[in-house]
């Protein structure tokens, strides 16, 4: 029998469940001289503001044990760039369904960018990304608050019918009353997760290795806590769950999607391996008859 590696998400199909995660690809016509981009599940864009930005001070990367530090602080050409020149150029690449994924530092910020969003033909699912600082309450991280991330879901709501997905932090002691104020705000699905906040330093400068000091953790070393987090929202939440964080192989997708995510986002693998992504869908249906599943689907929070 054939391997059945098709999942839908927000009631899109997906040929299979890998998504290069936001931020590690780019927007996706850079990768494009690496292999074909219609081999993807879909593809998450890089983080998109209503203002370009220039991102923070060099040096913002930091290699680590199990991982790497960031701290590129959302460097992007603004969302009227995305949705009028750079959804089109991806979209004349791939049928491959687009990810905008949107960060804000203020509740309407996030409502202008995904109103944007909705009217832009090529975007098909808008990744709302609330691990961001919220200007106006003292800097206190969105995704850190309930009320917070049920405030920016419902102006997001508000400003699109397309599937609404919210990224939560993993920068909380718990993630279920986050995870369901965003569903009763009526999102359509939870992406879990993003970065942990980390920092390195030079011995021999005295100094942190990178110009903002701290920067976010991510790679090898997120997964077991990646797969935590999903099961505990996919546990409490009925929407559909995107699982991310240091996934690097196909036995690991399958992991993330028993602990209950219907898709899984690779990240900080790509930048170590461009072919990350096809590599782990070639691999699929191996590991699946190996692990006797006919059709990926069935795995879903099977644990
Ligand atoms: C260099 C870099 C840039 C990132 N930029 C974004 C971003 O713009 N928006 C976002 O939601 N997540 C961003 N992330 C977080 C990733 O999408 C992902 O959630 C995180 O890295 C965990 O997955 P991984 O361990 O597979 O890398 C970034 C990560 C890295 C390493």
Do not use: W
Not at 21 to 41: H, I, K, P, Q, V
Not at 165 to 194: H, Q, R, W, Y
């Amino acid at each position: 029998m054939v391997s059945d590696t098709s999942v839908t998400l927000g009631g899109i199909r997906l040929k299979n469940p890998v998504i290069p995660a936001s931020g590690t690809f780019g927007f996706g016509f850079e990768m494009a001289a690496c292999y074909d981009l219609n081999r993807l599940g879909a593809i998450a864009l890089k983080g998109t503001t209503l203002e370009p930005r220039f991102g923070n001070p060099t040096p913002r990367i930091a290699e680590c044990t199990g991982g790497l530090l960031n701290a590129v602080g959302l460097q992007n050409p603004g969302i009227d760039a995305l949705v009028s020149d750079i959804a089109p150029k991806v979209r004349a690449l791939c049928d491959t369904p687009l990810i905008a994924n949107i960060s804000g530092f203020a509740v309407d910020e996030y409502g202008i960018c995904c109103e944007k969003a909705d009217a832009c033909a090529e975007i098909d699912i808008i990744e709302v990304n609330i691990s961001c600082p919220n200007v106006h309450q003292g800097g206190m991280t969105f995704g850190t608050d309930p009320a917070a991330a049920a405030a920016v879901t419902r102006r997001a709501r508000k400003a699109t019918s397309k599937p609404l997905f919210i990224k939560l932090t993993p920068n909380v002691s718990d993630i279920v009353p986050i995870a369901k104020a965003c569903e009763d705000e009526g999102a359509d699905g939870l992406t879990l997760i993003n970065t942990l906040p980390g920092m390195r330093i030079d011995i021999r400068r005295r100094k942190p290795v990178l110009a903002n000091r701290t920067g976010g953790f991510s790679g090898p070393a997120l997964f077991p806590i990646a797969v935590r987090f999903v099961n505990q929202a996919a546990t409490a939440c009925r929407i559909p769950i995107i699982g991310c964080g240091g996934v690097s192989t196909a036995e690991e997708v399958i992991e993330m999607m028993m602990a209950g995510a219907t898709a899984v986002q690779v990240g900080s693998a790509n930048l170590r391996d461009p072919l990350a992504c096809p590599t782990i869908i070639d691999a699929l249906p191996a590991v699946m008859k190996q692990l006797n599943i006919d059709k990926l689907e069935d795995i879903i929070g099977i644990i």
